[in-house]
């Protein structure tokens, strides 16, 4: 292990990880192709700093050099790397924490989200991954299980969206959590289509499919990748899941309003799915969470669903 963590560029990510011929992603549209290999290489570059640069100031002024709408990822990266050297040097295991605090508290969605890369890439961590999250927010610490979802559907698809294999050590309400991430990665491996992505969810068992919708509700309005005529085609091909698709989009804009990086195609995507502009989709999440037990086991599922009421 100390081997692993002096060289630590053995922990670095390789750009080509982003791109849709090395991933077997459906390749679809270039353009809608380039967008999303370019999120993924935000994604990277966060991650690779986070490994390399101490110093918080400078690590900050990195990500903060993405373009606006890409920056919410180089953090979400560089809470993966901070995750995985806490975790590979236990006698220094405050970075994530210091970062949750300081430079990151504008991307706190994100930066859960990250985590959860982390999470997949340990399997002390990924065969208990509840265990591992006591010491975060309450109710933000189940985005990191958003986060290890996300990151199963990205690199091993063909297992987890194809073959549909569950991760071991989940709490059942944790598997939910689980698919609400894996729903965001089918925006990759899918390339953004709407009837694939609906040919995809079709394919699990029906219990899964809210949640699933969920996920890319979020990626669709976060991404900002997909036109008009896409989002209401999911809109419409959502049917009896369409609220759960609006809860995804509520919470992109939720996070891209706290992280100050708002983007008119986050905007489109809460008018189409939700009806509503995305600073009141936001503002709908804010309200949901007041008054909100977080330390309550229910208390993230409540939160979905007060936002999905307001939709209703």
């Known amino acids: 292990m100390a081997a692993a963590v002096s060289h630590l560029h053995l922990l670095a990510l ?44 400078q ?6 050099a993405e373009e606006p709408e890409l920056c919410g990822f180089a953090y979400e990266g560089a809470a993966m790397a901070f995750g995985l050297l806490d975790n590979l040097t236990p006698w ?14 504008r991307h706190i969605y994100m ?11 340990l399997p002390w961590l990924s065969r208990r991954p509840n265990r591992c999250l006591d010491a975060f927010d309450p109710l933000l610490r189940f985005l990191a299980i958003d986060g290890f979802g996300f990151h199963q559907g990205y690199f091993h698809w063909q297992q987890y969206v194809r073959a549909h294999k569950r991760p071991v050590g989940l709490s059942p309400y944790a598997m ?15 390339c953004a289509e709407p009837l694939r992505i609906l040919d995809t969810i079709a394919s699990f068992s029906h219990d899964r499919h809210a949640d699933l919708w969920s ?11 997909a036109n008009r005529n896409q989002l209401e085609l999911l809109r419409d091909e959502s049917r009896d899941f369409r609220l759960h698709l609006a809860q995804g989009a509520a919470f992109a804009a939720k996070a891209r309003q706290r992280a100050r990086n708002p983007t008119a195609k986050t905007d489109l995507a809460c008018r189409i799915f939700c009806g509503i502009t995305a600073d009141d989709a936001a503002q709908a999440v804010d309200e949901a ?6 330390h309550d086991s229910a208390a993230y599922e409540i939160w979905r669903e007060r936002i999905r009421m307001t939709f209703e």
């Not at 011929?21 to 270039?30: A, E, K, L």
Request: net charge positive; proline share 3%; with cysteine.
């Open 14 to 57: 390789s750009n080509e990880e982003a791109s849709f011929s090395r991933r077997g992603f459906y390749s679809g549209d270039p353009l809608v192709r380039q967008q999303l290999e370019q999120i993924g290489r935000a994604f990277i570059n966060g991650y690779n700093k986070a490994l390399r640069i101490t110093e918080p100031q």
């Open 59 to 64: 690590l900050v002024a990195c990500l903060n």
């Open 92 to 105: 220094n295991n405050r970075r994530l924490r210091t970062f949750l605090d300081g430079p990151a508290e």
């Open 111 to 121: 930066a859960h989200v990250g985590f959860g890369w982390a999470i997949a890439r």
């Open 176 to 190: 939910r959590v689980f698919d609400q991430g894996l729903g965001r990665s089918l925006w990759f491996i899918d």
């Open 215 to 225: 996920g890319v509700g979020l990626a669709a309005a976060y991404t900002g990748t």
């Open 289 to 294: 969470m007041r008054e909100l037990n977080g």
